[in-house]
Structures are given as structure tokens and as C-alpha cells.
């Protein structure tokens, strides 16, 4: 009898300690998604250089935006997923999340003091701050793995996609309220980065809790061992993205060990997934989609408040649609792709649904935001749906040895995507920008335009590499794309 109260009391006592290491881990990912977006709703700062005495054009936070991905483009995604490997969440972890908190804090310094030179600086934090967060937020995923493995592994992974996205919708709704939108108003160094500040305080809890997980962690030592393990390599625009819709056994593929050399991987796999033809469309339709939404959301304020009319308030609450609606549709949608199947007819949908949505956000009537608000919940729907058919299509197309890579590789490419599209939004609204005069309304609604008809192209092209994903499915039923999972 007391050996069963005992033996009760410890099994009590590890499902606590469970769920203690994983709200250690959500604050440093809902602080990295906060710190990305702080500026997404408030954009419209960025417009001339003359409304901040930072003195950042829409080119320049264009530049900004898409020093994010440089290192995760330049081989930083695969050289940290091995590094994961060879060192252990802990190590190589601490590595990432201390990166990331570094670039956070020069992106700060170089809002608060300005100058010649802040942009280069802030440029080279946003690269550090941009693959501390990857690599951060594999370190998460695996972590979650080992301590949730032969438990609510699934629910675990939920929560914390769903809390780092309330990050994003903290920022959108947040950064207008702490800098104040006021006509004709130059705004100080110290009020352009309110948002930043905010951000090192959501930083430095998220670091205070990461360190109180890896005393977690070490007490956890031994009964999980993370040598030999193979690594799904997971990005943010990925969570950004989808990963919610994942399968069960797909997620437990992370961080457990091979099977004593049997299917080892080799380099030549590398090779084999590039000669690959299902992963080359796939991988597009991945790059076209998510640069239409998330380089969208970058730019979002300085495109939603001139379209629509409407304060920096209203477009905070009206882009924040888009992360609240994937927290809790992407889910549902997953669970529809696992039961009904079809799942490249719902990404045609998903992509169609986006295709829509920036063709109203395009041409819809000026200064009458229910377009806007109506466009959100398309782009929400379509946010939703494309994810939950298209990450659970990577295993069908590959095999499991390659799994990881082929994650990895489709990561690279969507980076670059973002990098450039991000950078080619910011140009356009730049050359775009309202010049005073009798014209000034027109010149001021000209820029959102003009980017937003690149976001159609994008989406465009998504529609047509979707179907042409569609038509793979129906020429190799082997492949099981449009199957429902067992």
C-alpha cells in the first residue's frame, strides 16, 4: 500500500515538472514572436524619413525586416541543427537563446540612440535575433519531445505554437497603444522604441525561465538521451506557419535515436532530395504562400491604415485576426485533413482564400474597413488551412532518413522568400511615398497598392503551384497526398 501511494506521488510529481518545463519554454518563444512583429502594426512610422528622428524610410525597414533570414539563408538553420546534435538541448540551446536575446538588445541600442548608423546596427542584431530564434525554437520543439514523449505530446506542441502566437497578437495589438499615432507629430528616439524596450522585458524573463529550465532539465538527465538523435530541423515561418497540423507520429519522429546505424543518413541523400521533383513544388508553393502573408504583416499597418482609412489602434486589432484565427482554426483544419483526406484540395483552397483576400485588400472600396476586416478573415482561413494540409505531405514525399533534411532544406528556401519579398516590399512603398501637395492622398494610397498587387502575383502563383500539386496527388495515388491518415 504505501509502495502505490508512493509510486502515485512520484508519477503526480513528474506530470508536474512536465508541465512546469514546458511554461518555461513557451515565455522565450512568445517573447521572440512579440520582439519580430513589434513594428508590424505600426509600420506606418517607417513611411518617411522625416516622421521619426530615427530617420528609417520604408526601404530601410524593408531592410530591416529581411535581415531576419540572412543567417538562417547562409547556412545558419543547418549549422545549428547540428550543433543540437553534438551538444544537447542545454549546451547548444542556451547558445541560441542567448543569441537571440543579444540581437534583441543591439536592435534596442540602435533604436535609442539613433544615427548614421543605427540601421546597420540594428540590421546586424535582427540577423543574430533572427537565427538565435530558430534555432531556439528547435531547441523548444525537442525539448518538448523528450519530456512529453509517451505522453500528451500533441497537446503539449499545441500550447506552445498557440501561446508564441499570442506574441504576434500582443505586438499588433500592443506597439500602437505604447507610440501613439498624432498627425503631423515627429517622433522621438525614445518613442520609437517603447515596443523594443517592452520586448527586452518579455526577453529577459523569457531568459530568466529558459535557465530554470535547463536546471529542470538536468535534474531530467538520463532518462531521455539525446545522443544519436534525429532532429526535425523546425523554423518560426513554419510555426508561422502549420506545424499544429503535423501528425501525431510525424512530431515523434524529433529526437529519437537511430536505430544502431540501420537507414543511417548520408550526404548523397542531400543530393536525392534535390533531384526530387514533388519536393521542388512543394517547396515553392511554400515560399510563394507564407511571403504572401507573412512579408504582409510586416508591412501591415503601413498598408491597412491609408486603404482603410482607419487609426493604428484599429489596424493592430484588424491584422491580429490573422494570429488569433490560426491558433484556433489550424488545429480544427488539421484534424480535417487527418480524418476527411484532400489535402491538396484544401491547399488550392487555403491558397485561393488568400488569393481573395489581397485582391479586396487591393481594389476593395477606400476608407470602409469592412473589406478589411472581411479580407483578415479570408487570409485567416487560408493561414489555416494551406499549413494543415502541407507540412503532414513532407513525409509522403520523401523517406523518413531524409525527413529532416528535407524539413531543413524546404526552411532554407522559404527564408530566402522572405528575406527578398520583405525587402522588395519596402522598396516599393518607398518609391511610393506620399509627397505633399493637392495629390498627397493619391500618393499615399499608390504604395499599398502597388504591394499589394505583388502579394496577388504571389498568390497567383501559389494557386497555380497548388494545382499543379494536385495533379501530382492524382498521377501517383501511391503517394497517399489526398489520403486520410491512419
Not at 541560441?96 to 543605427?118: K, Q, R
Not at 511554400?286 to 493604428?312: E, N, T, W
Not at 498568390?459 to 500539386?469: E, K, M, N, P
Amino acid at each position: 500500500m504505501l509502495g502505490k501511494v508512493m509510486a502515485s506521488r512520484g508519477n503526480s510529481k513528474a506530470a508536474w515538472l512536465k508541465w512546469a518545463a514546458l511554461a518555461c519554454l513557451v515565455v522565450p518563444m512568445f517573447a521572440s514572436y512579440y520582439f519580430d512583429d513589434m513594428f508590424s502594426s505600426i509600420s506606418y512610422l517607417f513611411e518617411d524619413a522625416s516622421l521619426t528622428m530615427l530617420g528609417w524610410d520604408a526601404a530601410g525597414y524593408g531592410l530591416y525586416a529581411s535581415g531576419y533570414s540572412v543567417l538562417c539563408v547562409f547556412g545558419g538553420l543547418v549549422i545549428g541543427g547540428i550543433l543540437l546534435d553534438k551538444w544537447g538541448v542545454r549546451v547548444s540551446g542556451s547558445l541560441f537563446v542567448g543569441m537571440m536575446v543579444l540581437g534583441a538588445g543591439i536592435v534596442t541600442a540602435s533604436l535609442l540612440h539613433g544615427g548614421e548608423g543605427s540601421l546597420t546596427a540594428a540590421y546586424v542584431g535582427v540577423m543574430l535575433f533572427g537565427l538565435g530564434s530558430e534555432i531556439a525554437g528547435t531547441a523548444v520543439t525537442r525539448s518538448i519531445a523528450k519530456w512529453f514523449r509517451g505522453g500528451p505530446i500533441a497537446l503539449a506542441m499545441g500550447l506552445q505554437l498557440a501561446i508564441a502566437r499570442l506574441g504576434t497578437a500582443f505586438a499588433l495589438v500592443i506597439s500602437p497603444r505604447l507610440v501613439q499615432e498624432v498627425s503631423g507629430h515627429v517622433y522621438t528616439l525614445s518613442e520609437t522604441a517603447r515596443p523594443a524596450l517592452l520586448g527586452m522585458g518579455l526577453m529577459a524573463l523569457g531568459l530568466i525561465l529558459w535557465a530554470l529550465f535547463v536546471a529542470l532539465d538536468h535534474r531530467k538527465e538520463g532518462e531521455v538521451s539525446p545522443s544519436g538523435a534525429f532532429a526535425v530541423i523546425r523554423s518560426r515561418s513554419d510555426a508561422e506557419e502549420g506545424d499544429t497540423s503535423l501528425s501525431g507520429e510525424s512530431r515523434e519522429t524529433e529526437d529519437v535515436p537511430s536505430k544502431e546505424g540501420k537507414d543511417e543518413f548520408r550526404m548523397r541523400d542531400v543530393v536525392g532530395v534535390l533531384r526530387n521533383k514533388n519536393f521542388w513544388v512543394l517547396g515553392l508553393l511554400c515560399v510563394l504562400f507564407y511571403s504572401s502573408i507573412i512579408a504582409f504583416k510586416k508591412f501591415a499597418g503601413a498598408i491597412l491604415i491609408p486603404r482603410f482609412d482607419i487609426p493604428a489602434s484599429a489596424a493592430g486589432w484588424m491584422v491580429s485576426m490573422l494570429p488569433f484565427s490560426t491558433v484556433i482554426f489550424a488545429p480544427l483544419f488539421g484534424v480535417l485533413v487527418d480524418k476527411a483526406g484532400h489535402g491538396t484540395r484544401w491547399m488550392v483552397t487555403g491558397a485561393i482564400l488568400a488569393l481573395v483576400a489581397h485582391l479586396l485588400l487591393a481594389f476593395a472600396p477606400e476608407g470602409v474597413p469592412f473589406w478589411g476586416y472581411l479580407a483578415m478573415v479570408l487570409l485567416g482561413f487560408g493561414y489555416s488551412l494551406v499549413p494543415a494540409a502541407l507540412w503532414p505531405s513532407v513525409p509522403k514525399i520523401v523517406p523518413d532518413k531524409v525527413l529532416g533534411t528535407t524539413y531543413a532544406l524546404i526552411y532554407w528556401v522559404q527564408n530566402l522568400g522572405l528575406l527578398s519579398f520583405k525587402w522588395i516590399a519596402g522598396v516599393i512603398l518607398g518609391r511610393h511615398t506620399a509627397a505633399p501637395g493637392p495629390d498627397a492622398a493619391a500618393s499615399a494610397l499608390s504604395g499599398p497598392v502597388a504591394v499589394e498587387m505583388m502579394f496577388v502575383a504571389l498568390c497567383v502563383a501559389a494557386v497555380a503551384t497548388a494545382l499543379l500539386f494536385r495533379r501530382v496527388s492524382r498521377r501517383n495515388p501511391a503517394l497517399g497526398l489526398d489520403a486520410p491518415s491512419r
